[in-house]
Antibody
Framework: QLQLQESGPRLVKPSETLSLICTVS??????????WGWIRQPPGKGLEWIGS???????FSNPSLERRVTISVDTSKNLFSLNLSSVTAADTAVYYC?????????????????WGQGTLVTVSS | QSALTQPASVSGSPGQSITISCTGT?????????VSWYQHHPGKAPKLIIY???KRPSGVSNRFSGSKSGNTASLTISGLHTEDEADYHC??????????FGGGTKLSVL
C-alpha cells in the first residue's frame, strides 16, 4: 500500500520560508498515472489546494499562492517538496501531501486518492 | 479562484439520509465533471469517497452517492451510521491544472 509522509520544521518565523518534504514509499513517484500535490487546512477552515507536480517536473499552483510557492520533485529519492516563501500567521495550517490520480489514457482525473497524515506548521516568532 | 460553498454543518439521525451541497461557478463545478468528495475524521488523513461527480472508489460504501446540477454538486449519504460523523469536503477542477476545495461541512449523527 502506497504511503506518503510529510516532514519538515513545525515552527517557522514570519517572513521566512516554509519547507516540507513528502516521501513516497511502497510505490514509484515516476508513474504516468499520478500527479503529486500539496493541500493545507488552516485551523477551523476548509482545505486549500496549494499546487501539484508531475514526475517530469511540470507544476501547477494555486493562483493566490503562486508568487510564493515552489514545488519540486526528486525522482531519485522518490519524494517531492514544497517551499512557501514570506510566510505570515495566515500560513499556519496542517499541510498534507497527496496523490492525484490522473488517467493518462483518457486524460481525466480521478481524485486525490492517497494522503499523508498531515503535519501542523505554525508560523510564529 | 474562490472556494466552493458548502453548508457549515448538517445533521441527521442513524438510518436517515442527508445531502450536502457544494456550489461553485461556471468556471469550475459547472464546467467540468471532475468533482470529488472527501471524508475527513479529525486527526486522520482525508479519504476519497466520490470522484468524477458520481463514481465511488473500490471499497467505499454504496451509501455514498454524488450528483451534479449546473454549478452545484451534491453528496448524499443514505442510512446514516454513527461512524459517518466527520467533516466532508468537496473539490472541483478549475481549469489549467488547478483545483478548488469547498469550506467543508461538519456532519453530526445525532
Amino acid at each position: 500500500q502506497l504511503q506518503l509522509q510529510e516532514s519538515g520544521p513545525r515552527l517557522v518565523k514570519p517572513s521566512e520560508t516554509l519547507s516540507l518534504i513528502c516521501t513516497v514509499s511502497s510505490g514509484s513517484i515516476r508513474h504516468s498515472n499520478y500527479y503529486w500535490g500539496w493541500i493545507r487546512q488552516p485551523p477551523g477552515k476548509g482545505l486549500e489546494w496549494i499546487g501539484s507536480i508531475y514526475y517530469s517536473g511540470s507544476t501547477f499552483s494555486n493562483p493566490s499562492l503562486e508568487r510564493r510557492v515552489t514545488i519540486s520533485v526528486d525522482t531519485s529519492k522518490n519524494l517531492f517538496s514544497l517551499n512557501l516563501s514570506s510566510v505570515t500567521a495566515a500560513d499556519t495550517a496542517v499541510y498534507y501531501c497527496a496523490r492525484l490520480h490522473y488517467d493518462y489514457a483518457s486524460g481525466t482525473y480521478k481524485g486525490f486518492d492517497q494522503w499523508g497524515q498531515g503535519t501542523l506548521v505554525t508560523v510564529s516568532s | 479562484q474562490s472556494a466552493l460553498t458548502q453548508p457549515a454543518s448538517v445533521s441527521g439521525s442513524p438510518g436517515q439520509s442527508i445531502t450536502i451541497s457544494c456550489t461553485g461557478t461556471s468556471s469550475d463545478v459547472g464546467d467540468y465533471d471532475l468533482v470529488s468528495w472527501y471524508q475527513h475524521h479529525p486527526g486522520k488523513a482525508p479519504k476519497l469517497i466520490i470522484y468524477e461527480v458520481t463514481k465511488r472508489p473500490s471499497g467505499v460504501s454504496n451509501r455514498f452517492s454524488g450528483s451534479k446540477s449546473g454549478n452545484t454538486a451534491s453528496l448524499t449519504i443514505s442510512g446514516l451510521h454513527t461512524e459517518d460523523e466527520a467533516d466532508y469536503h468537496c473539490c472541483s477542477y478549475a481549469g489549467s491544472g488547478t483545483w478548488v476545495f469547498g469550506g467543508g461541512t461538519k456532519l453530526s449523527v445525532l
